[in-house]
T-cell receptor, first 117, second 112 residues
Framework: GAVVSQHPSRVICKSGTSVKIECRSLDFQATTMFWYRQFPKQSLMLMATSNEGSKATYEQGVEKDKFLINHASLTLSTLTVTSAHPEDSSFYIC?????????????FGQGTRLTVV | GQNIDQPTEMTATEGAIVQINCTYQTSGFNGLFWYQQHAGEAPTFLSYNVLDGLEEKGRFSSFLSRSKGYSYLLLKELQMKDSASYLCAVRSGSGNTGKLIFGQGTTLQVKP
């Protein structure tokens, strides 16, 4: 099956610094990638939809200036958490939909555990 | 708005059958998905329903009734490794930009 690689898997950063998370589709092209956040014992909350070559669409309540998304190619989307604070500590997961098969499951990256200290 | 409900926790016995229900309200329905998620890991795809009826895949089956806004995931011959969180997700919108909205997940504990 299709593979989505997310990097890093774990990161610890100091409060006030920025962290970049990468999401790559390894064997397919993804015009659309999705970024989710998951707090402990809660479900996935969609943060934004990332479209190749255009601006991301953010869900209500998600600050676009804090969570910068770049989708520069058909295989790579990045999420940058700017000026991170302890409350941003969470599990961040990306998913990508294959542009050719398109209409069934999205494939998930392995997630990034962010801890802000 | 969109709303997806599923039970928070369930417990079942190894070898038994368990049914996890999901009800939803959404506009622009374009499919319902079930995922399995082990703690600290990303979700893995289990099943997809877009038409009414039952989809069977090995020990897992999923049912959809669009008129009732209802789905269930059926797990047969439960194994200890099936202990995980099961997420119901509804896609709204069409094609490659349709987004998935997840329910809160059902934590299933399988006991010997």
């Amino acid at each position: 099956g299709a593979v989505v690689s997310q990097h890093p898997s774990r990161v610890i950063c100091k409060s006030g610094t920025s962290v970049k998370i990468e999401c790559r589709s390894l064997d397919f092209q993804a015009t659309t990638m999705f970024w989710y956040r998951q707090f402990p014992k809660q479900s996935l909350m969609l943060m934004a939809t990332s479209n190749e070559g255009s601006k991301a669409t953010y869900e209500q309540g998600v600050e676009k200036d804090k969570f910068l998304i770049n989708h520069a190619s058909l295989t790579l989307s990045t999420l940058t958490v700017t000026s991170a604070h302890p409350e941003d500590s969470s599990f961040y997961i990306c998913s990508a939909r294959d542009r050719t098969t398109g209409n069934t499951e999205a494939f998930f990256g392995q997630g990034t555990r962010l801890t802000v200290v | 708005g969109q709303n997806i409900d599923q039970p928070t926790e369930m417990t079942a016995t190894e070898g038994a059958i368990v049914q996890i229900n999901c009800t939803y309200q959404t506009s622009g329905f374009n499919g319902l998905f079930w995922y399995q998620q082990h703690a600290g890991e990303a979700p893995t795809f289990l099943s997809y329903n877009v038409l009414d009826g039952l989809e069977e895949k090995g020990r897992f089956s999923s049912f959809l009734s669009r008129s009732k806004g209802y789905s269930y995931l059926l797990l047969k011959e439960l194994q200890m490794k099936d202990s995980a969180s099961y997420l119901c997700a509804v896609r709204s919108g069409s094609g490659n930009t349709g987004k998935l909205i997840f329910g809160q997940g059902t934590t299933l504990q399988v006991k010997p």
